[in-house]
């Protein structure tokens, strides 16, 4: 359990993290509408759709909710597909909704390839097919539910979040393992760097790409105030959030800074 320090210095760093200096005008626009098919997992809970393939752990308390969608291998992109938006609307079939209403979904987890079945008739995932696996309240948003599987028009949206890129910190003293969401713009994240207050004259750590949303740096960074610089995979754009995390920081808190992407 976290310390009541740690709690509070996790509260100043919420309100008083600095903003980000933006290094590249590439503000991120929905691109065209493109076909694919949707299914659903899990049920009206959405119980099954908690955790997955990004890290994103309780998808309520993260603030993704249950519109969230999880994505064959093609779009997830080795985890740098994670926290990407996409609006679908189910078309062409009786069982889609009148008006074919559009819904809005983040990637929050992996379809997985099932190669015992055909990519046409349950292999849904398999490679080289974009395949959407949502949520079951997502999915009966815009079809019946018993159709199990639905042909659908998608494209990628810039993601609308409030407020700046969250830093969720896993690990240990010596090993920052850093969960990356509330990403806006298009959502994902290419490459990543660390830098500590302490500096010592060695400035930016780049960070490696761990599993889904995650990125780890291998050092003493504990006692410094820490800032991240992140680039976006999709656009390019390069971000600095400036001292996001005080010196006080702790393993299993989440900090939040006013940098985010556009």
Known sequence: ????????TAILALLVSLA????????FRAMPWTPAHATFY????????MGGACGYGNLYATGYGTDTAA?????????????????????GTPDCYRGSPVI??????LCPPN???DSNNGGWCNPPRTHFDLAKPAFMKMAVWRAGIVPVMYRRVPCVRQGGIRFAF???PYWLLVYVMNVAGAGDVREMWVKGSGGGGEGWTRMSHNWGASY???????????????????????IVAADVAPPTWCIGLTYQARANFR
């Open 104 to 109: 809005t979904v983040t990637a929050t987890n």
């Open 115 to 117: 190669w015992a079945q």
């Open 170 to 172: 896993q690990g240990n």
């Open 42 to 49: 899990g049920d009206e809970t959405a119980a099954e759709t």
């Open 1 to 8: 359990m976290a310390s009541a320090a740690c709690t509070s």
């Open 71 to 91: 994505l064959s291998t093609t779009l997830f992109l080795d985890g740098h597909g994670c926290g990407t938006c996409y609006q679908i609307r189910c078309v």
């Open 20 to 27: 980000a200096m933006a290094t590249a005008d590439a503000r």
């Open 216 to 238: 780890q740096a291998f050092g003493q960074l504990a006692g410094q105030a820490l800032s991240f610089r992140l680039t976006s995979y999709t656009t390019g754009q390069t």
